[in-house]
T-cell receptor, first 118, second 115 residues
Framework: GAVVSQHPSRVICKSGTSVKIECRSLDFQATTMFWYRQFPKQSLMLMATSNEGSKATYEQGVEKDKFLINHASLTLSTLTVTSAHPEDSSFYIC??????????????FGAGSRLTVL | AQKVTQAQTEISVVEKEDVTLDCVYETRDTTYYLFWYKQPPSGELVFLIRRNSFDEQNEISGRYSWNFQKSTSSFNFTITASQVVDSAVYFCALSEALGNNDMRFGAGTRLTVKP
């Protein structure tokens, strides 16, 4: 089945530094990937849609300059949290859709990346 | 706009009990997809089922079963003879329109199965 790899799984950084999280589709191509954020004991909130070869589409309230998304190839999207602060500490999850016969995608999720900003 | 409601925040059962997790959704589209995902303590999301809006057949997979009722906009999930390994957070999700995989999640239900 489809596999999405997310790296790193855990990262701890100092306030003010930038952190990059990678999301790779291992055995399929994904023109679209999605980035979610999950606070403790809360649901997943869609942050942005990552589009291969073009700009990401951000959800309302998500700062595009804060959360830089790059989707340079059909198998890789990256999320960079710039100048991270403690309030950015969260669990970040990516997903990618593999097209099916019906045309509708079933999303496969990465294992998530837990960011802790000190 | 689409919305998914999981009214049960936390459920605790004893092993071997049956448990039903509720999911109610709202959408204006006639074509949509409903999902259930399991999130164990490790954090990864495990896909359980996808159901499209035109298929109201209930589904059974081992100890898991799903009841899709368009009339009440519900897509409930039942675990029969629960086990400790079933302990996790379960998310119901909705994706509108064919080919649109922008998925919105419910708040999740934390299931604890005690031995």
């Amino acid at each position: 089945g489809a596999v999405v790899s997310q790296h790193p799984s855990r990262v701890i950084c100092k306030s003010g530094t930038s952190v990059k999280i990678e999301c790779r589709s291992l055995d399929f191509q994904a023109t679209t990937m999605f980035w979610y954020r999950q606070f403790p004991k809360q649901s997943l909130m869609l942050m942005a849609t990552s589009n291969e070869g073009s700009k990401a589409t951000y959800e309302q309230g998500v700062e595009k300059d804060k959360f830089l998304i790059n989707h340079a190839s059909l198998t890789l999207s990256t999320l960079t949290v710039t100048s991270a602060h403690p309030e950015d500490s969260s669990f970040y999850i990516c997903s990618a859709g593999e097209a099916t016969v019906s045309g509708a995608n079933v999303l496969t999720f990465g294992a998530g990346s837990r960011l802790t900003v000190l | 706009a689409q919305k998914v409601t999981q009214a049960q925040t936390e459920i605790s059962v004893v092993e071997k009990e049956d448990v039903t997790l509720d999911c109610v959704y709202e959408t204006r589209d006639t074509t949509y997809y409903l999902f259930w995902y399991k999130q164990p303590p490790s954090g990864e999301l495990v896909f359980l089922i996808r159901r499209n809006s035109f298929d109201e057949q209930n589904e059974i997979s081992g100890r898991y079963s799903w009841n899709f009722q368009k009339s009440t906009s519900s897509f409930n999930f039942t675990i029969t003879a629960s086990q400790v390994v079933d302990s996790a957070v379960y998310f119901c999700a909705l994706s509108e329109a064919l080919g649109n995989n922008d998925m919105r999640f419910g708040a999740g239900t934390r299931l604890t199965v005690k031995p």
